[in-house]
Nanobody, 117 residues
Framework: QVQLVESGGGLVQPGGSLRLSCAAS??????????MGWYRQAPGKQRELVAA???????NYADSVKGRFTISRDNANNTVYLQMSSLKPEDTAVYYC?????????WGQGTQVTVSS
């Protein structure tokens, strides 16, 4: 079983930046063999894909975050990151990492990001 633990969320003003981290642990061998994604769920909305990074190194971003968010990974430390810049109030959500495509059994607790003045 793989555990994914997100961290790095918080309260930030519009225009600010945050970097989220997701550490994978448990029964996972060759973390670099897995495509990973960041997802978010805002109050009253469905969970959506924010960014994905495939094992081939290609990226996929939601239109709403293109040019502002960057996904990256450190395979040696089984960690995936989401650098978020120029944050907007509409980015407020709980952010989760998971495999890409998702494994329903791998959702973690997420990390809350609140963008507000």
């Amino acid at each position: 079983q793989v555990q994914l633990v997100e961290s790095g969320g918080g309260l930030v003003q519009p225009g600010g930046s945050l970097r989220l981290s997701c550490a994978a642990s448990g029964t996972i061998f060759g973390f670099g063999r897995y495509s990973m994604g960041w997802y978010r769920q805002a109050p009253g909305k469905q969970r959506e894909l924010v960014a994905a990074l495939t094992i081939a190194g290609s990226t996929n971003y939601a239109d709403s975050v293109k040019g502002r968010f960057t996904i990256s990974r450190d395979n040696a430390n089984n960690t995936v990151y989401l650098q978020m810049s120029s944050l907007k109030p509409e980015d407020t959500a709980v952010y989760y990492c998971n495999f890409y495509p998702v494994r329903q059994t791998s959702w973690g607790q997420g990390t809350q990001v609140t963008v507000s003045s």
